[in-house]
């Protein structure tokens, strides 16, 4: 089977959602409200052509004189009068009027420039929707300017102002004569706005569907962000923890052994408890340990900018920096504001690619759940989508999340419902004995591996950070083990009898 000639945009992440490109000779109706950014797509699709792939192209304005959309240009790095002075772009500013004139002659003076200046591809700023013209109709009109696009070879992207929620519009002959149809709109969330692209039709190839986000960036361009419930490769959706012998330690003393001597690679770990308990320095200290081991580590945070992490670091005895300046940790801090989720899983991915860490952590996933809204599906999605990556990549991972109850309770991750996709969950959580609060460590699942449902009690010490402490302290208060009481986790123990107490081992 012949594979198809396809136009590469070279907008980024475009290309991805259309599976690689366009056929050639499509017509492409760019259809949008205004603002949404139709004429930067087109423009930039004439640029990447003529400055990349060697496509000469033109640029039809109507409304925006050439001096302003060269200004504009050159905000994206886009030398477009180099391009000129090369002949490799033609810009041309004319009226609606002519171009009406020009949809109905089947020999068009505009078409015949464009193959005389040898052109691949050409724009149309704010296409108009003519008026029925004498003795035919709308649709062949615009036909008469298909027939000469495919003629000449054009893959052609014409910017059409729609709203896509009228019925007209529904009706109207572009969207029916057009080959490929980007829709983007400008929405509102709550305070905030979030711009997207999809992919209605096209003709002659697959494409992703839905609506993906995009940005337009000042120095770049277009990016557009393929959705994250978007279906990736075949390897992606299969990736495993395959590995039964190999294990990645913890970096927490004792907790190896209560692990089975660490966590499977690519595997996912969940930890979970209250504010306080120390998942944020089990994080450090895993991070840590695979420093120490010549292993890189990716550390996201959307709760603690960089400067903060490193403190904390510093409190337990850990010099992140140093790691960070050895090209053995990756720290990477995304406020939560405004979250973008579709942008920022492609960070993501693009920073696993790069990097290619063997150990990662996100800290935390409750901050994600509250940057994403009240949806279970939006974080069902995302965490899905993430733990597919890590997995794909042979990333071990560790996620924390905020969890303020334990028992009495039908998910470890309350209304967000994912537990069922980690393979190991810990358990973090303050026991109030006398007046002192205590840490507890249980390990409640290890997927493929077995595990003991003790709690243990932990210790977190300025300068050495967290251990599993495998017998009461000397001093501590109160001294009773933990072994003495019933009902830790409930957060309601209660002291054994004294003949009741095992012997320690």
């Known amino acids: 089977m012949r594979e198809p000639d396809l136009v590469k945009t070279g907008i980024k992440g475009l290309d991805e959602v259309l599976l690689g490109g366009i056929p050639r000779g499509n017509i492409i109706l760019v259809a949008g409200t205004a603002g949404t950014g139709k004429t930067t797509l087109g423009v930039e699709f004439v640029y990447r052509g003529a400055h990349q792939f060697n496509e000469p192209g033109v640029i039809l304005l109507f409304e925006v004189a050439p001096d302003k959309l060269l200004r504009d240009a050159a905000l994206f790095g886009w030398d477009l009068r180099e391009l000129e002075r090369d002949r490799r772009l033609k810009i041309v500013f004319t009226t609606r009027q002519v171009f009406q004139q020009e949809l109905q002659q089947a020999d068009s003076v505009l078409l015949a420039e464009a193959a005389e200046f040898g052109a691949r591809r050409i724009f149309v700023d704010g296409l108009v929707r003519p008026p029925e013209p004498h003795g035919g109709d709308r649709r062949e009109a615009f036909h008469l300017l298909a027939e000469g696009l495919h003629r000449e070879n054009l893959t052609a992207m014409l910017a059409l102002e729609s709203t896509f929620d009228d019925t007209a519009a529904a009706r109207a002959p572009e969207e029916f004569v057009a080959d490929t149809i980007l829709r983007l709109s400008i929405d509102p969330v709550q305070r905030a ?195 597919a990556l890590m997995k794909e990549r042979q990333v071990t991972a560790v996620y924390n999340h905020e969890n303020p109850e334990m028992l009495g309770m039908s998910s470890m991750m309350g209304e967000f419902k994912v537990s069922s996709l980690v393979d190991n969950i810990i358990l973090m959580n303050w026991v109030e004995l006398g007046d002192t609060f205590r840490h507890a460590l249980t390990v409640a699942k290890m997927r493929a591996m077995p595990t003991s449902r003790t709690t243990h009690e932990c210790e977190i010490v300025n300068g050495r950070g967290m251990r599993v402490l495998p017998r009461p302290l000397a001093g501590a208060v109160p001294v009773v083990p933990f072994a003495g009481y019933l009902g830790l986790i409930s957060r309601a123990p209660e002291r054994r009898a004294p003949q009741e107490v095992p012997e320690a081992p």
């Open 193 to 387: 706005v979030l711009r997207s692209v999809e992919v209605v039709k096209s003709r002659g190839h697959e494409y992703a569907l839905g609506r993906h986000s995009f940005r337009i960036v000042n120095g770049q361009g277009l990016e557009v962000y393929r959705r994250v419930q978007a279906p990736r490769s075949l390897q992606r959706e299969g990736g495993a923890a395959f590995d039964p012998t190999s294990r990645v330690t913890t970096g927490i003393p004792g907790l190896d052994e209560m692990v089975n001597g660490g966590y499977f690679v690519a595997s996912t770990t969940l930890v979970v408890g209250i504010s306080g308990a120390g998942k944020s320095v089990m994080a450090l200290q895993f991070i840590a340990e695979g420093a120490r081991r010549g292993e890189r580590s990716l550390m996201i945070t959307l709760d603690e900018p960089p400067a903060q992490v490193l403190r904390n670091a510093h409190t337990i005895g850990i010099d992140l920096q140093s790691a960070i300046d050895k090209g053995l940790v990756h720290l990477w801090y995304e406020p939560p504001q405004e979250f973008e989720v579709d942008r920022h899983f492609a960070q993501i991915e693009a920073v696993v690619e790069d990097f290619k860490p063997k150990r990662a952590v996100i800290d935390s996933l409750s901050t994600y759940g509250s940057a994403l809204g009240a949806s279970e599906r939006n974080f069902r999605d995302f965490f899905h989508a993430i733990v």
